[in-house]
């Protein structure tokens, strides 16, 4: 009869201990996470003139997955964008059209010779969405403006005569003269003595002049053509965001930047909030759980071993 109580205790042992393993196997598996798709980047960017519309153009593959392109709300410039659309656009297999583009460089002459020295006969140019070709000058289109004015100063002087005076006396003599538009001050008489007795003065006079001259000019020109490119299985998405002015937050002081909701982790001053001993990682729950099995097994062995011992 003893030697059948132990063996029942022992299989019951046995049997917890292997629902306990079991049990702590379970808790400890953690679900696998979803793969997330690899990021997207845009082959070209527009933005509207007033800033109340980016878009963004993908050109993607059949191996890639537009879940990657980004949808999240983004700020700038003082402006809070917000995805309101994404389209999709079958690419053809060759995507050409017309294409003007404008450009300016500086001149030191406007000598039309000079200018058209500048400007080669074509060009090649890449648009913002990538389409490559070959453009020519349009010569109805090129023209030069000032593109600014500078000013110089230099002396200017004169001299006059004054003769037949009684005596030398400067109060005979004008103490300022107009010569050529310019105003000139007296600045030295020369006294020199007639045969009657008279005198003639020859007086000196100096000024400033100031001129205006062309600092340079600007020279634009269109260029026009066709471009384009060969798309090998691309698929566009364009995605549009619609953007919102952003004002300025009426509570905050001029020239204070600082956020009170951000504090220093380092700073000892700084009170921390308690900490839940429920918030647990799950890794730390995983790790608790085969340890509190072994001990509801050496409990549980226990007791059966008393429990043997005074059926003896």
């Given at each position: 009869?003893?030697?059948?109580?132990?063996?029942?205790?022992?299989?019951?042992?046995?049997?917890?201990?292997?629902?306990?393993?079991?049990?702590?196997?379970?808790?400890?598996?953690?679900?696998?996470?979803?793969?997330?798709?690899?990021?997207?980047?845009?082959?070209?960017?527009?933005?509207?003139?007033?800033?109340?519309?980016?878009?963004?153009?993908?050109?993607?593959?059949?191996?890639?997955?537009?879940?990657?392109i980004?949808?999240?709300?983004?700020?700038?410039?003082?402006?809070?964008?917000?995805?309101?659309?994404?389209?999709?656009q079958?690419?053809?297999?060759?995507?050409?059209?017309q294409?003007?583009?404008?450009?300016?460089?500086?001149?030191?002459?406007?000598?039309?010779?000079?200018?058209?020295?500048?400007?080669?006969?074509?060009?090649?140019?890449?648009?913002?969405?990538?389409?490559?070709?070959?453009?020519?000058?349009k010569?109805?289109?090129?023209?030069?403006?000032?593109?600014?004015?500078?000013?110089?100063?230099?002396?200017?002087?004169?001299?006059?005569?004054?003769?037949?005076?009684?005596?030398?006396?400067?109060?005979?003599?004008?103490?300022?003269?107009?010569?050529?538009?310019?105003?000139l001050?007296?600045?030295?008489?020369?006294?020199?003595?007639?045969?009657?007795?008279?005198?003639?003065?020859?007086?000196?006079y100096?000024?400033?002049?100031?001129?205006?001259?062309?600092?340079?000019?600007t020279?634009?020109?269109?260029?026009?053509?066709?471009?384009?490119?060969?798309?090998?299985?691309?698929?566009?998405?364009?995605?549009?965001?619609?953007?919102?002015?952003?004002?300025?937050?009426?509570?905050?002081?001029?020239?204070?930047?600082?956020?009170?909701?951000?504090?220093?982790?380092?700073?000892?001053t700084?009170?921390?909030?308690?900490?839940?001993?429920?918030?647990?990682p799950?890794?730390?729950?995983?790790?608790?759980?085969?340890?509190?099995?072994?001990?509801?097994?050496?409990?549980?062995?226990?007791?059966?071993?008393?429990?043997?011992?005074?059926?003896?």
């Open positions: 009869m003893k030697q059948k109580t132990i063996t029942h205790a022992a299989r019951l042992l046995c049997v917890l201990a292997l629902a306990m393993t079991m049990t702590t196997a379970a808790f400890a598996a953690d679900p696998p996470e979803p793969a997330q798709p690899s990021p997207c980047y845009p082959t070209a960017v527009t933005r509207s003139e007033d800033g109340g519309e980016i878009r963004k153009m993908y050109d993607l593959g059949p191996e890639d997955d537009p879940a990657g980004p949808r999240s709300d983004f700020e700038q410039e003082g402006y809070h964008y917000t995805l309101t659309d994404l389209l999709k079958e690419l053809p297999a060759n995507e050409s059209r294409h003007t583009e404008t450009v300016s460089v500086p001149s030191q002459s406007k000598d039309m010779g000079a200018v058209l020295a500048l400007l080669p006969q074509t060009k090649e140019f890449i648009t913002e969405d990538g389409l490559a070709g070959t453009l020519a000058l010569l109805d289109t090129v023209k030069v403006e000032v593109a600014g004015y500078g000013s110089s100063t230099k002396s200017v002087t004169a001299t006059r005569t004054y003769p037949g005076l009684a005596n030398q006396d400067t109060q005979y003599i004008p103490k300022s003269i107009s010569d050529n538009g310019h105003s001050t007296l600045q030295t008489v020369n006294w020199q003595t007639e045969g009657d007795g008279h005198f003639t003065a020859v007086a000196s100096s000024g400033s002049a100031t001129s205006s001259y062309v600092k340079g000019y020279v634009t020109a269109d260029y026009a053509g066709t471009v384009s490119r060969i798309n090998l299985n691309k698929i566009r998405y364009v995605a549009i965001f619609e953007g919102t002015a952003l004002e300025p937050d009426p509570t905050e002081e001029p020239g204070d930047t600082t956020d009170p909701s951000l504090t220093d982790p380092a700073d000892p700084v009170p921390t909030e308690p900490t839940d001993p429920t918030d647990a799950t890794g730390e729950k995983n790790n608790v759980l085969p340890v509190v099995a072994v001990v509801v097994v050496v409990l549980l062995g226990g007791g059966a071993f008393y429990f043997i011992k005074r059926r003896r």
